[in-house]
């Protein structure tokens, strides 16, 4: 009984031992790694500001095959949320949400492990270095006067800095075989844009007869709404159902969004009546004339397909300067790509 008495009070001076210890080990952990890449701070930033490419280049993808994903909130940016869920104990369950960026220089993001009470935060930083960047990729923890986890924030950095190399390696793969164009020049937004009536008329055009058929259209649509009681909401807007880049033959319907649907055009009116695209759309702003346009379509597919983005849908152009009253080198135009 003396000898039960002796082992069960070792046990009891331990565990107050452990518990004493506990509560001045530090109540958060960091870890930190970085890695080289030859790529632009830009692209490196379409990449990390969104979900797109994630599964690409993460340390943990493949470790259950059965694991279940969800994407929701922004399609990119703050906002944006990627959410997963297994049974496999290495894996788990929870979230990361886009919580702060700063554009070309970094993110944040909030961590949200399932079953763990812990505040959890990663950041990118993205840092011109010579030809290229240097990405850091962390990670802060607070444990919130959890005992245990304190213990196993002495841990952390030997068992998540691993992955986190790994991770950096398959990312500094990613981003070199992404295409190299520099798309930092030009203002891009991604949005969500909502649907407008418009009446439209669907023409075909050379590039030598696309102003003047453009042009034409706007006025079929203009003599329309005189004589139906239509208002103009926006700015006319062009909607290419067909563009060919060797000829540069050019399928399109000039629209002008209006206040109302009704009345109707007659079944056999060149003039139609629909609706705008409504959905998520990556927007380069364009300043100058609009045969200059190519370069700024460029930059904009080259940040789509960095970014991870799917075409859905038509492109259309929104012409908010007037040209008759603004310099051709100061005419804006906004292009609009949709995406999924």
Do not use: C
């Not at 949400?97 to 909030?110: L, P, W, Y």
């Not at 841990?155 to 070199?176: I, N, W």
């Not at 329309?224 to 290419?240: C, E, R, S």
């Amino acid at each position: 009984m003396k000898a039960l008495k002796i082992v069960v009070g070792v046990i009891v001076g331990l565990i107050a031992l452990a518990v004493g210890i506990g509560f001045v080990l530090p109540d958060t952990a960091h870890v930190e790694r970085s890695i080289s890449v030859q790529t632009r701070p830009a692209t490196a930033y379409a990449v990390l500001n969104g979900f797109h490419q994630f599964r690409k280049w993460s340390p943990w993808e493949g470790l259950d095959p059965n694991t279940k994903y969800e994407v929701s909130g922004p399609i990119w940016g703050v906002g944006a949320k990627h959410a997963w869920s297994s049974e496999d104990a290495n894996v788990g369950s929870g979230s990361q949400e886009i919580i702060a960026s700063e554009q070309d220089k970094s993110v944040s993001i909030k961590l949200v492990f399932v079953g763990f009470d812990s505040d959890n935060t990663a950041r990118y930083l993205i840092q011109p270095e010579g030809e290229g960047v240097t990405i850091t990729w962390t990670y802060d923890t607070v444990f919130k006067g959890d005992l245990l986890g304190r213990y196993f924030g002495l841990m952390m950095d030997k068992m998540l800095g691993a992955d986190y190399e790994k991770g950096l390696a398959q990312l500094k793969t990613l981003l070199e075989s992404l295409p190299k164009d520099d798309f930092s020049g030009i203002a891009l937004t991604v949005l969500e844009t909502r649907p407008m009536p418009i009446l439209y008329v669907s023409e075909q055009a050379a590039p030598d007869q696309a102003a003047a058929k453009i042009g034409a259209a706007y006025g079929q649509i203009g003599a329309y709404m005189q004589a139906n009681g239509f208002k103009q909401v926006a700015a006319p807007l062009a909607i290419t159902r067909k563009f060919d880049e060797a000829t540069q033959f050019w399928e399109f319907d000039a629209a002008i969004a209006v206040d109302k649907t009704e009345p109707a055009p007659p079944a056999d009116s060149v003039v139609k009546v629909g609706q705008t695209y409504a959905g998520w759309a990556i927007r380069a702003t364009h300043t100058g004339p609009y045969e200059a346009m190519q370069p700024t379509y460029g930059k904009l597919l080259a940040f789509k397909t960095v970014a991870g983005f799917e075409d859905n849908g038509l492109s259309w152009e929104h012409y908010i300067s007037d040209p008759t009253t603004v310099a051709p080198d100061q005419i804006k135009t906004h292009v609009y790509w949709p995406i999924k």
